[in-house]
């Protein structure tokens, strides 16, 4: 099993990135793919999570209407799209599995727990800055 975050780089505000998540060892069919971050200095965060075969869409609340999540089910890839950056997006990125399927609180938004994600890529740095 394995994760391959890429995407990053340095970004205006008010720019787009878009990273990739590439997996192996395993089908996205099966699995949800949830996207964190982590600034330095600051917990992870949960950014954004897809399920597996219904591809059904969930995002924290810091990023709600700004980024977009989706996957290529042949390509073995999921997409985070991000639009709109703010300096407070700057963090390293990381995509994870996430074996209980996108869990979510009472708002509709992803959450961030660990037990739920056994597997990491390692992470991509971006960068909003002027």
């Known amino acids: 099993v394995q994760l391959q975050a890429s995407g990053g780089g340095l970004v205006q505000p008010g720019g787009s990135l878009r990273l990739s998540c590439s997996v192996s060892?395993?089908?996205?069919?099966?699995?949800?793919i949830g996207w964190f971050r982590q600034a330095p200095g600051k917990e992870r965060e949960a950014v954004s999570c897809?399920?597996?075969?219904?591809?059904?869409?969930y995002y924290g609340e810091s990023v709600k209407g700004r980024f977009t999540i989706s996957k290529d089910n042949a390509k073995n890839t999921v997409y985070l799209q991000m639009n709109s950056l703010k300096p407070e997006d700057t963090a390293v990125y990381y995509c994870?599995?996430?074996?209980?399927?996108?869990?979510?609180?009472?708002?509709?938004?992803?959450?961030?727990?660990?037990?739920?994600?056994?597997?990491w890529g390692q992470g991509t740095l971006v960068t909003v800055s002027s």
């Open positions: 994870a599995r996430d074996i209980w399927n996108c869990p979510y609180d009472y708002s509709g938004n992803y959450y961030y727990t660990s037990a739920a994600l056994d597997a």
């Open positions: 060892g395993f089908t996205l069919e099966d699995h949800g």
């Open positions: 897809i399920t597996s075969n219904e591809g059904n869409t």
